[in-house]
Nanobody, 120 residues
Framework: QVQLVESGGGLVQPGESLRLSCTAS????????MRWYRQVPGKQRELVAA???????TYTDSVKDRFTISRDNAKNTVYLQIDSLKPGDTAVYYC??????????????WGQGTQVTVSS
């Protein structure tokens, strides 16, 4: 049906920046909300940023000064720019999207995750 593929994670030093990407492909008619979550082992998955199809953005308070979510609707892609990375940002980052399929139904899909590790 629909696949979400994240990229851009890696090992970085504190203070550096990363841009994560997530591209959706498959039987897509349109994409509504897109989101980034992160998860640390042993903890619940946390919503960090969201963006509507019209470009309205929301952030969890702990990241709003350093994270920027954006999207390219023509490419079915959502981005997460992370600046001034901290060790506490270490997590697996997942993208999530509400997709209207060509067949008509609306379903939510998840990517496989990309690891971000912040360490000196």
């Amino acid at each position: 049906q629909v696949q979400l593929v994240e990229s851009g994670g890696g090992l970085v030093q504190p203070g550096e920046s990363l841009r994560l990407s997530c591209t959706a492909s498959g039987s897509i008619f349109s994409i509504y909300g897109m989101r980034w979550y992160r998860q640390v082992p042993g903890k619940q998955r946390e919503l960090v940023a969201a963006i509507t199809s019209g470009g309205t953005t929301t952030y969890t308070d702990s990241v709003k000064d350093r994270f920027t979510i954006s999207r390219d609707n023509a490419k079915n892609t959502v981005y997460l720019q992370i600046d001034s990375l901290k060790p506490g940002d270490t997590a697996v980052y997942y993208c999530n999207a509400d997709v209207r399929l060509v067949a008509g139904a609306v379903s939510q899909f998840w990517g496989q995750g990309t690891q971000v590790t912040v360490s000196s």
